[in-house]
């Protein structure tokens, strides 16, 4: 069977599915932070420009810009949502994908919301339908997708938030096959892009054009069925054209990747390759707020792939530091933290920070991607050598973040973007959103 027609009878089964408590909590909590994030994110240069092209462009709608009061067409809500919740590079990723999930799911469910009259159980089905996707498409092929040099985020990540949005629509299995070619149709997104606007644009890009998939698709708009596996399909141009039937012949079988895989939060604003470097040096620092004076030289060793996403060593600008290994650690010492206002541009040009950050040496070890892992060394003036190696970042799915150290995040990013709501009522009702229609959740003025 073709990938599509598998993936589109996984979708339209998946609606008699039984899904737990635990795995409904797990989505609310991924639209709680995605939503955060885009909060924190939504003065954002990138965001007013966004903003500003669909007040141009669009008509009137249902769907809500976050924030902002403002009500636009699906597609555009979308793309302004989806840029805001990716552009701190403060959202959820997915460490087998190489990618973020929440980012393109969440805007692209939620813009849809309104259309589909969906309350918070028919959400939370869809996000881990599209997750579903994901994961087995990451089994399958994302690492050498990756590092062809794709932005896993939008051109692989377009095809299970496509899944998510037509269960939430309820198309049928032959609609459901030609939005995956749509979909197909629109993948984009290379990884030469980060560190500038044009990130946090693919992310939005993959989850406005996955609710223009699934739309054209319910009107009837066809596409090839071989738009994944054929000869010139997805598998053979975007990836190294691997077999997806067997995995895909596991969706739903034996569990589901929302609790197998799981979900990584970030508790720190940049990339998430630089999590596990970031607890060691924290750790290590702790207590001692003169370190950075002492330091010598930083010795980084990462797991074979870890730089691949860390592409700028000399960052001139906020974004660019998001993916710098130097900056960042160089950034801790001195800090103690790291925070959303360690990424702005005057934080990046200190002279202290510069100057540290030609004592980091970064160097990525051979073998397996997985599983990951960082190892910090730092020797002192003194010739002492402090050393860490962490495995596991807090906030990955195996060691996640509690309910309320996300509150306190959802409260920090509230106070960033300037919004005057309370982040703990506001967690209960995404937490107790079961039967509350999606379209009036996220308006704080309901």
Same mark, same amino acid.
Not at 120 to 134: K, L, N, P, S
Not at 151 to 157: F, I, K, P, Q
Not at 196 to 223: D, P
């Given at each position: ?53 669909? $007040? ?63 309350? =918070?159980? #028919? ?21 050498? /997708?990756?590092?062809?040099?794709? /932005? ?11 899944? $998510? ?19 197909? $149709? ?31 698709? #319910? ?13 010139? +399909? ?27 895989? +799981? ?41 074979? =792939? ?29 800090? =103690? ?28 070890? +051979? ?25 596991? $970042? ?53």
């Amino acid at each position: 069977m073709k990938a599509s027609q598998l993936i589109a009878e996984f979708a339209v089964g998946f609606s008699s599915y039984p899904i737990s408590d635990h795995q409904r909590h797990i989505a609310y909590r991924a639209l709680l932070d995605t939503y955060a994030c885009a909060i924190a994110g939504r003065h954002e240069h990138a965001v007013r420009i966004a903003a500003r092209y669909t $007040a141009e462009q669009a008509g009137s709608g249902r769907a809500q810009a976050w924030g902002s009061g403002v009500r636009l067409p699906a597609e555009a809500a979308a793309l302004v949502n989806g840029i805001a919740a990716h552009v701190l590079d403060y959202d959820d990723v997915m460490t087998p994908m190489r990618a973020h999930v929440s980012a393109t799911l969440v805007p692209a469910l939620a813009a849809l919301g309104p259309m589909a009259h969906a309350d =918070g159980r #028919q959400y939370a089905r869809a996000y881990i339908a599209g997750f579903e996707v994901m994961a087995k498409f990451a089994r399958t092929m994302a690492l050498p /997708h990756y590092s062809k040099g794709w /932005h896993s985020t939008s051109a692989l990540g377009i095809l299970g938030t496509t899944t $998510a949005c037509a269960v939430l629509l309820g198309l049928s299995t032959d609609q459901i096959v030609h939005a995956l070619g749509l979909a197909v $149709a629109q993948a984009s997104g290379s990884r030469q892009n980060f560190g500038t606007m044009a990130k946090s644009f693919q992310s939005a890009h993959g989850a406005a054009c996955a609710v223009r998939a699934a739309l054209l698709a #319910q009107h009837g708009m066809k596409a090839s069925e071989d738009a994944i596996d054929g000869k010139y +399909g997805f598998m053979a141009l975007y990836a190294a054209n691997e077999d997806m039937a067997p995995s895909l012949a596991t969706l739903a079988q034996g569990g589901l990747e929302i609790d197998s895989i +799981g979900i990584d939060v970030k508790k720190y604003p940049c990339c998430y390759a630089l999590h596990r470097a970031l607890d060691a040096v924290l750790d290590l620092r702790k207590g001692d707020g003169a370190l950075a004076a002492r330091v010598a030289a930083v010795r980084v060793l990462t797991s074979a =792939g870890g730089l691949q996403a860390l592409i700028s060593d000399r960052p001139d600008n906020g974004l660019q530091a998001k993916f710098s290994m130097e900056y960042a650690l160089a950034c801790a010492l001195t800090d =103690g933290a790291i925070c959303l206002s360690s990424f702005s541009d005057d934080a990046v040009y200190r002279s202290d920070i510069q100057a540290l950050m030609t004592r980091v040496q970064v160097i990525e070890a +051979g073998g397996d991607i997985l599983p990951r892992w960082s190892q910090v060394s730092m020797e002192l003036n003194d010739g002492i050598v402090l050393e860490r190696k962490v495995s596991i $970042a807090h906030g990955d799915a195996s060691d996640p973040l509690t309910d309320e150290e996300l509150i306190l995040k959802a409260e920090d990013c509230f106070a960033y973007g300037g919004y005057d709501i309370d982040a703990r009522s506001f967690a209960k009702r995404i937490f107790d959103m079961a039967d509350r229609p999606l379209e009036t959740l996220l308006d704080p003025t309901d």
